[in-house]
């Protein structure tokens, strides 16, 4: 009898924790983030929980972690701390806080061309509400529990959006500048009348007390050393300014994969290189300045070219 109690115990707190759809204590989220001239990461961790218009909500602590190199070669990082986030989750759907208003943000239930509003933001000059859709819905494995996945992508005029693969348990996995969002949050982009320069984020890792450690990148998720390890500052390339020829003077990596960016953070081209490889051409990109962004497998640099 005893064990019979046990079992339905052990199966009852195994169904309770693969339907939790939102975040547990402890939980923290880090994402590395670049823009033009700056690269750094930013950590959103649940602090406490807090009522909120009736609703009982965790708060959400951002931090931005700046990482900057002067002129002499030394490393100095900024830490900033940024507004809160407010959540709460109902059923399979999360609700974040903005201007004062819940909103829903994920709906794992949700089917392919199912359609909400994100934000209404009637302070820019773009269209005020903010909608995304239902692209792909699917599953995956993480850690032993078996999540519900949505594609998301934003199918509004307005600044604020989210794209994406969004994982149940944490959200927005973003990998790459279309995948736009604030970490876990929507997040900004283009639009008539605002073109942004905006943080590219890139996921790193989540944890929380009952899920354990997600960290697909392998990088470490300590925010104040994972980006230094990853950088690398002696990486240059000629002529700059160029007509299209780029020639990367480093010759110590196998393999390089560059990528170009235009100045609204927009990826326009991307190449891989092998040794002895080390040049590109840009020729067919409009003139004006980009960013490149150069992937090895000791690190990252990132770097400006103006094309003539």
Avoid at 39 to 44: A, R
Avoid at 64 to 82: A, K, N, R, S
Avoid at 192 to 207: K, M, P, Q, S
Avoid at 209 to 217: V, W
Wanted: aromatic share 16%.
């Amino acid at each position: 009898m005893k064990k019979s109690i046990l079992l339905s115990i052990i199966i009852l707190l195994s169904i309770h924790l693969s339907a939790q759809v939102w975040i547990d204590a402890g939980a923290k989220w880090t994402y590395d983030y670049w823009n033009i001239g700056e690269v750094g990461s930013y950590t959103f961790t649940y602090t406490n929980d807090t009522v909120i218009l009736g609703k009982q909500c965790q708060e959400i602590q951002i931090v931005e972690y700046e990482y900057v190199q002067d002129q002499f070669g030394e490393i100095y990082c900024f830490v900033v701390p940024m507004e809160s986030k407010f959540t709460y989750s109902s059923g399979d759907s999360v609700f974040y806080l903005f201007e004062d208003k819940f909103y829903l943000m994920y709906d794992f239930s949700a089917s392919v061309g199912d359609t909400w509003i994100i934000a209404i933001d009637e302070f820019h000059t773009c269209k005020d509400t903010a909608v995304v859709r239902v692209a792909q819905t699917g599953t995956i494995n993480i850690n032993g529990h078996q999540l519900r996945t949505i594609t998301l992508e934003t199918i509004s005029e307005s600044i604020y959006g989210i794209n994406g693969i969004c994982i149940e348990r944490f959200g927005n996995e973003i990998h790459n500048w279309q995948e736009n969002g604030y970490g876990p949050f929507p997040g900004y982009q283009s639009c008539d009348g605002a073109l942004l320069e905006v943080n590219i984020y890139n996921f790193r890792c989540f944890t929380d007390n009952t899920f354990g450690t997600y960290n697909p990148r392998n990088i470490p998720c300590d925010t104040l050393t994972g980006l230094f390890e990853s950088e690398i500052y002696n990486f240059e390339f000629y002529p700059n300014p160029t007509k299209g020829d780029i020639i990367f003077t480093e010759n110590d990596y196998y393999q390089l994969e560059i990528q170009i960016y235009n100045m609204a953070g927009q990826r326009m081209k991307q190449f891989y290189l092998n040794q002895p490889e080390r040049n590109i051409n840009i020729s067919d990109l409009n003139d004006g300045v980009y960013f490149i962004r150069i992937i090895t497998d000791k690190g990252n640099a990132f770097r400006k070219v103006v094309k003539l």
